[in-house]
Structure formats: C-alpha cells, structure tokens
C-alpha cells in the first residue's frame, strides 16, 4: 500500500510555498566567527560582614584604651596635667607627632586617654612605653586593649514603677537594676552596661516604658547580636531586646536648654528662651525683648560656661553653630564645661 507524503502547509493566500520549509534541527548552530571569546570571572572574595545599625563608635575614636592590672593603684586621677605635659613633649620631640593627649576618664575596667585625632598604632605603643615607665608595676604591667564600639539596645514593655515626676527616673533605676541581676540574660548584660540606663514612656497614662542602653561592644556589634530578640523578666514580665539607632547623645532640656535632664525633671526656677537666653520662653521672645534687640541671639549653654563673647552669639538651638551640639555624643566633654558647684 503506498502511502502518501504530508503535503506542505499553506501560506496566507491558500497557495503552497515555492520555496520548502527548513527542516527542524536538534542540533546547536555553530557560533559566528566574529563574536568575541566569553570570559567566565573568577569567583570574588568574600563580602565583609557590614556594621550594625545599632552600633557606632568604630575603631576610629580618638583614645587610647589602657587596662591596669586588677591591684594596680594606677586610676584615671593618676594621669595628671604633669603627666600629660611629659607624654605630649615626648611626642613632639621623639616620634615628632602632632597628636595631643588632653585628659583620662574611666570607660568599663579600663582607662580612656582621650587625644586630639585618632592616634596611629606606633603612636600608641609609644605612649604605652612610658606609661609604664611612670607607673611602674612589679608583677603585670599596665596593658592596651584595642578601641571598641558602643552599641545601643532597648529593652521594651517594662512595668512602670508609680512614683512623682521628680523620683520617678531614681526608682525606676533601681527597680530594673534589681530585676536585671536575677536574670541569667540580664546579669550577663549588666557586665557590658558602659552608661546609666534612660527611660522614657510611652505616654503620661501608660503602665510600661522603654529602656536604653548602651553597651561595650566589638567593632562589629558582635555583643549585641547576642542579646538582640533575647527576654529579660523583669517585674513578672518577660521584656524583650531589641536593638536601637544610636541615640542623639545627652537629653537637652526644652525648658532651661540645659544638657543631661529631661524637661519634665527640670528643676530651674524659670524657662529659658533658647533665642536669647533670657527668662521667656521662645514663643513670647517678641513680647519680651526690645525691638533693637529681637535679631540678637545668645546661647544660654555658652554663656554658663564662660566662653568669650564673639563664641556665644547663637541659639541654644543652632546645631551647626553651638559647640554642645558637636559635642553632644561626649558625656566627658559635657560634664567638664560645669564643674560641680562648691559647697
């Protein structure tokens, strides 16, 4: 029997093509002569692990971390004006540095030398040389540990302990220090506590609050990935870590534009314009002040302090201008523009 071939399709005007179809191929065409080599790149390297948000305060401060040993009587009141006048002539003379060792604070369990810029590592293991060459030690000498970082976490759905406006932060303190040691998370993070925890509500009427705290930390926020998402119990409640944006650095008062209280603690006697200074508030700066003199402006911060008055004529306010504003990250920097009142 003789079977016929498939007759070939038509094309759009009912007629057979003239020329036949291609016949399908399974095969690859052979590439064209003028296209050009393909290159396979080579594996890259690792990306490195970024920085957390809640962390800052990188290996880039300017400090100089010393660690005494645990018996050693070398404090941060040790290193005097004589002793920095000697380290910083050493400097210049010697290694021919500009960097200028300027005071000591105590930052965790050890001593935090702060410096005008961020110092080099020959720098400081020059100023170590004759640290120890000051302050002896028989047994373990006086050692250096690298800059670490400062990450922040807050600790939310605390149970708000009663009390009056002014009492409020003291015993609210001392509650969450009490229930932070009885919590095998909470002990553990006490240890790494760098400043005095701050509290705030979430409104007048509310019955719990939030906690921030700032903790020592490894450049890359390693501490903190720790606790972060862990529960502290605190009151019967379970509260749960969380990590923060670094905060705006000391509370600024609203009130008397003073820094380190909040305006519903502040004490003054009257408010304080943060425009002029003067004993107003900002909204009645124009009902208060003469008309030749509501274009003048004073900081109320620089004023206290003393600074000369070419450095003082902005707002309280003014945050490219005012010096607190830079500064407002360095507690240090803060509490020494006023000395504590004699008594």
């Not at 016949?23 to 920085?51: D, G, H």
């Not at 990450?151 to 220090?177: G, R």
């Not at 309280?316 to 009142?341: G, I």
Request: with cysteine; aromatic share 6%.
């Amino acid at each position: 029997m003789q079977v016929d071939e498939p007759a070939a399709p038509l094309s759009a005007s009912g007629k057979a093509p003239i020329n036949p179809l291609p016949i399908p191929s399974s095969k690859r065409a052979p590439p064209p002569t003028s296209a050009a080599p393909v290159s396979f790149r080579a594996p890259s390297a690792p990306r490195k692990r970024r920085q957390g948000k809640h962390t800052s305060h990188g290996a880039s401060r300017r400090a100089i971390i010393l660690t005494p040993p645990a018996d050693s009587p070398v404090t941060a009141a040790s290193f005097t004006s004589e002793v920095f006048n000697n380290l910083n002539r050493l400097l210049k003379s010697d290694v021919k540095s500009d960097v200028i060792l300027t005071h000591a604070s105590v930052e965790g369990n050890g001593i935090c030398i702060a410096a005008s810029r961020v110092p080099s590592p020959s720098e400081i293991a020059f100023v170590l040389k004759h640290v120890r060459r000051i302050f002896p030690s028989p047994n373990v000498p006086i050692g250096h540990s690298p800059i670490t970082s400062t990450s922040y976490l807050k600790i939310v759905d605390i149970p708000h302990v009663p009390a009056s406006s002014k009492e409020w932060a003291l015993k609210q303190h001392e509650a969450f220090t009490s229930a932070l040691n009885k919590s095998p998370v909470g002990a553990s993070l006490a240890k790494l506590i760098k400043h005095k925890p701050r509290f705030m509500r979430a409104s007048p009427h509310s019955d719990s609050c939030w906690a921030w705290v700032d903790i020592h930390d490894t450049v890359l926020g390693s501490n903190a990935r720790t606790y972060i998402s862990k529960f502290v119990s605190i009151g019967g409640t379970n509260c749960q870590i969380k990590g923060a944006r670094p905060h705006s650095g000391s509370v600024h008062c609203a009130r008397c534009q003073r820094w380190g209280h909040h305006s519903d603690q502040c004490r003054a006697k009257c408010a304080r314009c943060s425009l002029c200074s003067g004993p107003h508030t900002e909204a009645n700066h124009l009902k208060c002040v003469d008309v030749l003199s509501v274009d003048v402006r004073q900081c109320a911060n620089c004023t206290a302090a003393k600074r000369p008055a070419d450095k003082r004529s902005h707002s309280s306010t003014d945050t490219k201008v005012c010096p607190f504003w830079k500064n407002r990250f360095d507690r240090a920097w803060l509490k020494r523009q006023f000395p504590a009142r004699s008594t």
